[in-house]
């Protein structure tokens, strides 16, 4: 391809609204242009790069033994209604109404598309295991939109869903995904961090997250370096650390706290650590309180609660609700002698001594509180995030933190969409049985910009091989028509030859050719210059490194055929 004749608009300056590596590159090498908040054109060097990611994704589904379709994006409201998802998946999900007034929804996810699709094609065990994917765009109407194509409203996702007779057929299926997904990440040379995920919406019993780390991920990665543990803050278990001698019981006291409301303004009015207070917080969960009682010094996981009280809405009580619970206004809550609402602590509350929480009174703290003796810790459970320097739950090492970004994601869904979509298939004794599920996404532009984000230095983009959007990138320097003919036969021996070659033949300054094929990032530059015209020895670079080799141009083929490899 030459430059002269492609759609390659690059830039010098950084576009005003980025504000990731990933998408002030992609947008300066050319790769695409923003259409509006959250949406993205490819243009036809971003087209290529997506291809290659695509490509590779087909190649390693099909090796595992996955089946191609191609589902409609609009999905009919009524299989979601079947699965109970049109109440719950919330105002991300687009929802349409025909002129015929029959709804309908831009896919978010397939898994009620595909599960009818399934029980219209199958009826007995003989059938089984089936594991179907396409790729397709998704939509998901994102309250801010943010990182060029890592967050957006319409985006390009591999999903795939498996069916499976009993639950080691499942547990097959979802080894062969893993393997497969590793696979597909080392493809497009990215190294990726596997983590336990919660299984959010999608529901089912495990899931496993492909995380890129990065500084601009919007998940926190919680690791242990010795046992090798991993998982998102959404699902990393907080151990409670062994019971040390408590000090002794101390009587509990009523205090006069003016205008006191934070865990910042208790620390300074007592004196003491964060982590000495009893944070209590109020819920409504499917539309009864529930109070939530956490040390000062930790965050409540919504996750966490969500899926131990199973409620499919889970919301921060209102002011109102807040002074019916406690008889008070926010800022005064705790357990001491709350009556008719559930209370959850977190496994750490009874081990504190002698701390302060809310009195249930406006302006007023009781301190020398002590669980157990001054309220009945009777529903416990671990409902905070975990944190750098928290005990590993496998082997009690400390862990570290890591930001990262989520480029795929697995789940063991189970029997939550096939139950509830009836669909059943004859066993071997010809009675019926209701197959299980697995769900298995890709974000292929995610991945895209994950390769950039990892892949990238001052200059531009370092495409890995077999990601990048051309094999070579040769840029000529050439001064009159004989010479720029001589180029010219270079590019036609490399096009003949089947080499997917991107020809630099515009009359610009070397200077201005170099800095563009550094941007772009194509693995192999081959520069044909003062030297080729001399004595017929092109450059040789590749973009990741800094030596410049001279290989005659007879031997110019082998060379880069020997680098392809």
Not at 117 to 135: A, G, M, T
Not at 285 to 293: F, H, N, R
Not at 439 to 448: Q, S
Not at 506 to 535: V, Y
Request: aromatic letters at 8%; glycine letters at 8%.
């Amino acid at each position: 391809m030459r430059v002269s004749k492609y759609i390659l608009p690059t830039l010098k300056e950084n576009p005003s609204d980025a504000v990731v590596l990933s998408h002030r590159l992609m947008v300066r090498a050319g790769l695409m242009r923003k259409e509006s908040a959250g949406m993205y054109a490819y243009l036809p060097l971003g087209l290529r790069v997506l291809r290659k990611i695509t490509n590779i994704v087909k190649e390693e589904m099909d090796r595992a033994g996955a089946h191609e379709c191609l589902m409609p994006e609009l999905t009919n409201a009524d299989y979601w209604k079947e699965s109970g998802r049109w109440e719950t998946m919330g105002p991300e999900m687009f929802r349409i109404t025909d002129r015929n007034g029959l709804e309908y929804s831009l896919g978010p996810t397939h898994e009620e598309a595909f599960t009818n699709l399934v029980r219209s094609v199958i009826s007995s065990y003989r059938d089984l295991p089936i594991n179907l994917y396409q790729i397709n765009t998704k939509f998901r109407d994102e309250i801010r939109p943010r990182f060029g194509v890592i967050r957006s409203k319409e985006f390009i996702m591999k999903d795939a869903y498996s069916f499976d007779i009993d639950q080691k057929g499942l547990d097959e299926s979802y080894n062969a995904m893993a393997k497969a997904y590793r696979r597909i990440f080392e493809r497009c040379g990215l190294e990726t961090i596997p983590v336990q995920a919660d299984s959010g919406n999608m529901g089912g019993s495990a899931s496993e997250e492909f995380m890129v780390a990065s500084d601009i991920g919007e998940e926190t990665l919680l690791l242990c370096e010795k046992c090798g543990y991993r998982a998102n803050s959404e699902k990393a278990e907080y151990t409670r650390p062994a019971a040390g001698s408590k000090s002794a019981a101390e009587e509990m006291k009523e205090v006069h706290t003016p205008d006191i409301k934070t865990i910042d303004d208790l620390v300074k009015f007592f004196k003491c650590e964060e982590g000495m207070f009893l944070k209590s917080i109020i819920y409504v969960a499917d539309g009864k309180p529930l109070m939530v009682v956490v040390p000062g010094s930790r965050e409540v996981n919504e996750h966490k609660l969500k899926n131990f009280t199973g409620a499919l809405e889970l919301d921060l009580a209102t002011d109102e609700i807040v002074q019916k619970v406690t008889g008070a206004p926010f800022g005064s809550a705790g357990p001491a002698g709350i009556k008719d609402t559930r209370i959850i602590f977190d496994i750490s509350v009874k081990d504190m001594s002698n701390a302060v929480t809310g009195a249930n009174k406006m302006d007023y703290h009781f301190s020398g509180v002590n669980p157990g003796r001054d309220f009945a810790v009777k529903e416990e459970a671990d409902v905070t995030s975990a944190r750098a320097g928290d005990i590993c739950p496998k082997c009690g090492a400390p862990m570290y933190e890591k930001k990262g970004i989520e480029v795929g994601h697995i789940f063991k869904l189970g029997y939550k969409y096939t139950k509830a979509m009836n669909l059943t298939v004859l066993d071997e004794k010809g009675g019926s049985v209701t197959p299980i599920m697995g769900c298995y996404g890709i974000g292929v532009n995610r991945t895209m910009a994950a390769v950039v984000e990892q892949c990238s230095d001052e200059r531009g983009i370092i495409w890995p091989k077999e990601v990048a959007p051309f094999q070579v990138h040769l840029v000529g320097i050439s001064k009159t028509d004989d010479e720029t003919m001589a180029v010219d036969e270079i590019y036609e021996k490399l096009i003949a030859a089947g080499i997917d070659v991107l020809y630099d033949d515009r009359k610009a300054s070397p200077g201005f050719k170099f800095a563009d094929a550094d941007l772009i990032g194509i693995p192999l530059r081959i520069t044909a210059g003062k030297g080729f015209f001399a004595n017929g020895e092109l450059e040789f670079k590749e973009r990741s490194g800094k030596e410049i080799l001279n290989v005659p141009a007879d031997k110019l083929l082998d060379t880069i055929k020997e680098y392809l490899k």
